[in-house]
T-cell receptor, first 113, second 115 residues
Framework: RKEVEQDPGPFNVPEGATVAFNCTYS??????FFWYRQDCRKEPKLLMS???SGNEDGRFTAQLNRASQYISLLIRDSKLSDSATYLC??????????????FGTGTQLKVEL | DAGITQSPRYKITETGRQVTLMCHQT?????MFWYRQDLGHGLRLIYY???????DKGEVPDGYVVSRSKTENFPLTLESATRSQTSVYFC??????????????FGPGTRLTVL
């Protein structure tokens, strides 16, 4: 089982729609979670951190459900510029000890006119 | 320019050749990382460094060598390139900070093709 799993999509939505992505993680000891955005052939960039209490930034809302071990990202009023791949990121453990970020394979979003 | 840069941006090489990918950051971040990104696998950590002269293996270190003699540079060397090392390589950095797992800043990536 992958440490962080996402539906690869693509999610094709019309402009103005609300879209939600979910992601599950296997490491119950994970404390830190993030959503990164990656545009085609570009580097990933942090979109937002995810907290148990929820985190909202404009049209974006991230939520963490520890009991079910999943993370969600809600995008309201989708814009064409939201088209990208969204990477779910959790905390993992290195075999030699120490922590690392574990990236999901990403969910592709296409916002259409 | 401030930020994190990688060179070359594109590289084609042949099986068995040695290749070095360069990474340079101007923030004086403590941590630096090398990832590879392949379809179906997401980003996988190859090596990381917590400070100059301190490096450690990530998830997929075999076939790679790193060094960090200066805080700002973190080169990744493929000692004898194989076709399975064809990938997009991203370097990242982050400050030590109070949180151990806060934001990482990524370079623009190097697309490596091994023929």
């Amino acid at each position: 089982r992958k440490e962080v799993e996402q539906d690869p999509g693509p999610f094709n939505v019309p402009e103005g729609a609300t879209v939600a992505f979910n992601c599950t993680y296997s490491n119950s000891a994970s404390q830190s979670f993030f959503w990164y955005r990656q545009d085609c052939r570009k580097e990933p960039k942090l979109l937002m951190s995810v907290y148990s209490s929820g985190n909202e930034d404009g049209r974006f809302t991230a939520q963490l459900n520890r009991a079910s071990q999943y993370i969600s990202l809600l995008i309201r009023d989708s814009k064409l510029s939201d088209s990208a791949t969204y990477l779910c990121v959790g905390e993992g453990i290195l075999t030699g000890g120490g922590n690392k970020l574990t990236f999901g394979t990403g969910t592709q979003l296409k916002v259409e006119l | 320019d401030a930020g994190i840069t990688q060179s070359p941006r594109y590289k084609i090489t042949e099986t068995g050749r040695q290749v070095t990918l360069m990474c340079h950051q101007t923030w004086s971040h403590s941590y630096m990382f090398w990832y590879r990104q392949d379809l179906g696998h997401g980003l996988r950590l190859i090596y990381y460094s917590a400070a100059a002269d301190i490096t450690d293996k990530g998830e997929v270190p075999d076939g790679y060598v790193v060094s960090r003699s200066k805080t700002e540079n973190f080169p990744l060397t493929l000692e004898s390139a194989t076709r399975s090392q064809t990938s997009v390589y991203f370097c990242a950095s982050k400050d030590a900070g109070l949180a151990g797992l806060d934001e990482q800043f990524f370079g623009p990536g190097t697309r490596l093709t091994v023929l």
